[in-house]
């Protein structure tokens, strides 16, 4: 089992910057992949940005050159940093892993908001 807790959700302007947190516990030596995704308010859960344990990244094209997936294994810690974001941003994010016996754990969310 693999718990995650998120953090660094809120409120901000159109064009401004948040960092989300995921902080993981448990059987932290299976993560293989960490992730972040997001759903909007009435549409579907899609996947943002993803990194491997050799640091290896990959993002959506809606938020590559806006987006920074960044991890740090010393603090078990995946981070989301998030730059000139966009009113269509705004949804709920979830940190997401998968380990390497191909199973997926999510977070509780965080909510973003982004007024225009």
């Known amino acids: 089992q693999v718990q995650l807790v998120e953090s660094g959700g809120g409120l901000v302007q159109a064009g401004g910057s948040l960092r989300l947190s995921c902080a993981a516990s448990g059987n932290i030596f299976a993560i293989n992949v960490l992730g972040w995704a997001r759903q909007p308010p009435g549409k579907q859960r899609e996947l943002v940005a993803t990194?491997?344990?050799?640091?290896?990244?990959n993002y959506a094209d809606s938020v590559k050159g806006r987006f920074t997936i960044s991890r740090d294994n010393t603090k078990n810690t995946v981070y989301l940093q998030m730059n000139s974001l966009k009113p269509e941003d705004t949804a709920v994010y979830y940190c997401?892993?998968?380990?390497?016996?191909?199973?997926?754990?999510w977070g509780q969310g965080t909510q973003v908001t982004v007024s225009s």
């Open positions: 997401n892993v998968t380990t390497y016996f191909r199973r997926n754990y």
């Open positions: 990194i491997t344990t050799g640091g290896s990244t």
